[in-house]
């Protein structure tokens, strides 16, 4: 794992665009408190960068863009916080669909929204019909999510195949797992080329714990909401200049 570093601006390869990125949205907290605010204005000045980073990673050529919105362990926070971050996605999407659907961005959800508010599921998946038909990069939001937790899930229903009779367990494998992950929808771009998370911090915390099994993983000290389109492409040159061997030889 490496630091995004400050190397010598040079044109990005058009051709070498990680098709996948997934970033880790850290630092909305220490944002507002460096600047004596209270935690939700970090939160609520990271969702309006959510809508600077979508369009430049669309303009950049990427494919999927997944953000980890809000994870699992997230419900132990101040419950204060916890029911303004769930009102994020109804402000988000009532805004932003509009400019969603002109820039051809599709809407994509995984986790448990079973489990959400009302609002915001209703909200969310509102979202993921209006945009259904765009046919351009994927916004895929990582909502009550967790890596762990969605492999625990997989398991079941690979378990309960294998005791109904629907599935040899011999022929379990790797496409057998990966089938049965929330990612699946994405098909042949299911992992990340690119993992990036900011704030300094340097760990996955539960996301995407199986598809990120050989993604270059990019970390940067600027806090979420000081993260801006130059910082991406800092990172996408930083992923260039790796050489993926996938545990081969080249």
Same mark, same amino acid.
């Not at 994020?88 to 009532?94: E, S, Y």
């Not at 496409?175 to 992950?181: A, E, P, V, Y």
């Given at each position: 794992m490496f630091k995004a570093k400050d190397a010598a601006v040079t044109a990005l390869d058009p051709d070498r665009i990680p098709r996948h990125v997934a970033i880790i949205?850290?630092?909305n907290g220490r944002w507002a408190q460096k600047r004596h605010l209270p935690r939700i204005a970090g939160h609520k000045q990271g969702m309006e #960068?959510? &809508?600077? $980073? =979508? &369009?430049?990673? @669309?303009?950049?050529? *990427?494919? *999927?863009?997944?953000l980890y919105a809000f994870s699992t362990e997230n419900?132990? &926070?101040?419950?204060?916080? *916890? @029911?303004?971050?769930?009102?994020?996605? *109804?402000? !988000? !999407? #009532?805004? !932003?669909?509009?400019e969603l659907i002109e820039q051809?961005? &599709?809407v994509m959800v995984m986790g448990n929204v079973d489990q959400l508010p009302e609002s915001t599921r209703t909200a969310t998946l509102n979202a993921v019909k209006d945009t259904a038909d765009n046919t351009g990069m994927v916004l895929n939001f990582a909502l009550n999510y967790g890596g762990r937790d969605e492999l625990v899930q997989a398991t079941r229903a690979i378990a309960t195949a294998a005791a109904a009779g629907e599935l040899d367990p011999s022929a379990i494998d790797m496409? =057998? $797992? @990966?089938?049965?992950?929330m990612t699946a929808p994405l098909g042949e771009l299911a992992d990340p080329d690119l993992l990036i998370r900011t704030s300094g911090e340097e760990r996955i915390s539960n996301f995407l714990l199986w598809q990120l099994a050989y993604s270059e993983m990019v970390f940067t000290d600027q806090l979420w909401p000081d993260f801006a389109p130059a910082d991406l492409e800092s990172a996408i040159r930083d992923f260039q200049s790796r050489n993926r061997r996938f545990g081969k030889v080249k």
């Open positions: 949205m850290d630092g #960068n959510v &809508r600077t $980073i =979508t &369009r430049a990673a @669309s303009d950049l050529g *990427v494919k *999927v863009l997944t419900w132990g &926070r101040p419950q204060k916080e *916890v @029911s303004y971050l769930m009102s994020l996605p *109804v402000t !988000f !999407f #009532n805004k !932003f669909v509009p051809n961005v &599709r496409d =057998t $797992i @990966s089938g049965q992950l």
